[in-house]
């Protein structure tokens, strides 16, 4: 059964870096979504991207984050220049129409700013 | 303002006994409901959706516009039902998910 797949699983970075994070979504699927998880809290809706574009986005979201999807596989999360609190689980997701009312997960990345 | 409660961190239940997951969602349009599951080490993954009214895993949730819930409930927990629950609100007409803390279910042997 195709799965959606997030490299790497462990990413560890220095404050002031930019860090990319790589989700390949299930190939059929159009809408593609990250979420982050701060350790302990709940999952955050960061955007939303379909036809090569942002359809909606979080105030979280700010101008350090950024996505695109550059090849027709990969779907990248950019963050430009991280944060202590930039330190969570992201994961991505991804529905084959906007109706289907289920999101595919991916297993996260742990992304650890020191 | 859309919110999605889950007041329980932790619930811990022996097995065979009934389980109820509390979800309280704050939503002024009509809601789309959903509850995710994620096992140990595995990715999050739909439970079920209110719409469908179906139950899986022996698991069921009705929607209560009344008392803005959402609760999951079975009526005999199994061992491999522990696991991370979260109640999860799409917000209609946008493609945007508000997702709840999440409760801890543990069944005890």
């Known amino acids: 059964e195709p799965e959606v797949t997030q490299t790497p699983s462990h990413q560890v970075t220095q404050m002031g870096q930019e860090v990319i994070l790589r989700c390949v979504p299930i190939s059929n699927h159009l809408y593609f979504y990250w979420y982050r998880q701060i350790l302990g809290q709940k999952v955050e809706f960061l955007v939303s991207f379909y036809n090569n574009e942002i359809s909606e986005k979080s105030e979280i979201f700010d101008d350090q984050f950024s996505v695109e999807r550059p090849d027709g596989s990969n779907f990248t999360l950019k963050i430009r220049s991280t944060k202590l609190e930039d330190s969570a689980m992201y994961f991505c997701a991804s529905c084959p129409r906007a109706s289907y009312n289920e999101q595919f997960f991916g297993p996260g990345t742990r992304l650890t700013v020191l | 303002a859309q919110r999605v409660t889950q007041p329980e961190k932790l619930l811990s239940v022996f097995k065979g006994a009934p389980v109820e997951l509390k979800c309280n969602y704050s939503?002024?349009?009509?809601?789309?409901l959903f509850w995710y599951v994620q096992y140990s080490r595995q990715r999050l993954q739909l439970l079920l959706r209110h719409i469908s009214r179906e139950s899986i895993k022996g698991f069921t949730a009705d929607l209560n516009k009344g008392e803005t819930s959402f609760h999951l409930k079975k009526p005999f927990a199994q061992e491999e039902d522990s696991a991370m629950y979260y109640c999860?609100?799409?917000?209609?007409?946008?493609?945007?998910?508000?997702f709840g803390t999440g409760t801890r279910l543990k069944v005890l042997a």
């Open positions: 939503y002024s349009g009509s809601p789309e």
């Open positions: 999860a609100l799409k917000v209609s007409g946008t493609y945007k998910y508000i």
